[in-house]
């Protein structure tokens, strides 16, 4: 009889303590994984486009955008910058020409629309004082285990 005591005890204590903690706030990411994780689409966009990937451009540009409403969303100023009025400003028009490279289907303009988007990305870093975060067209493909290339 005491061992069936101490045994409800022992597997009420962890609940009866548990309430009694207050709860935790769901987890929320900050401006820099919105960020980081953008910086991967970006590079992801560029390698299929150098391959002729529409497809596969497209998706990682409406995964850009998506990341980017968050950031908005979440983070409309931070630490005094207008996070998301640069966003619509400086990278929304940017997005759209690269967009209708895509849907042309030519490395020309997605060429030229890919560094345009580069470009304003540095320009809303400087603009946050953040002048020291410089992107580029990456030189190699952080993913190893991604074929950029077409489905044939």
């Not at 045994?7 to 903690?21: E, K, N, R, Y």
């Not at 709860?23 to 910086?39: I, V």
């Not at 020309?108 to 400087?126: W, Y």
């Amino acid at each position: 009889m005491k061992w069936i005591v101490t045994a409800t005890i022992a597997l009420a204590a962890p609940v009866m303590f548990a309430s009694a903690q207050p709860a935790k706030e769901p987890y929320q990411p900050g401006l820099g994984e919105f960020m980081a994780a953008t910086q991967l689409r970006h590079a992801k966009l560029w390698f299929a486009g150098k391959q002729n990937n529409w497809d596969l451009a497209a998706y990682e540009i409406d995964e850009i955008k998506e990341s980017l409403e968050d950031a908005a969303r979440l983070f409309p100023t931070h630490d005094g910058v207008p996070v998301a009025e640069m966003i619509k400003t400086i990278i929304d028009p940017r997005i759209e020409e690269l967009e209708k490279a895509v849907r042309a289907k030519s490395r020309t303009k997605f060429t030229a629309a890919f560094d345009e988007l580069t470009s304003g990305c540095n320009s809303c870093h400087a603009g946050a004082s953040k002048p020291f975060i410089r992107i580029q067209r990456p030189t190699a493909s952080p993913l190893t285990n991604q074929n950029f290339a077409p489905e044939k």
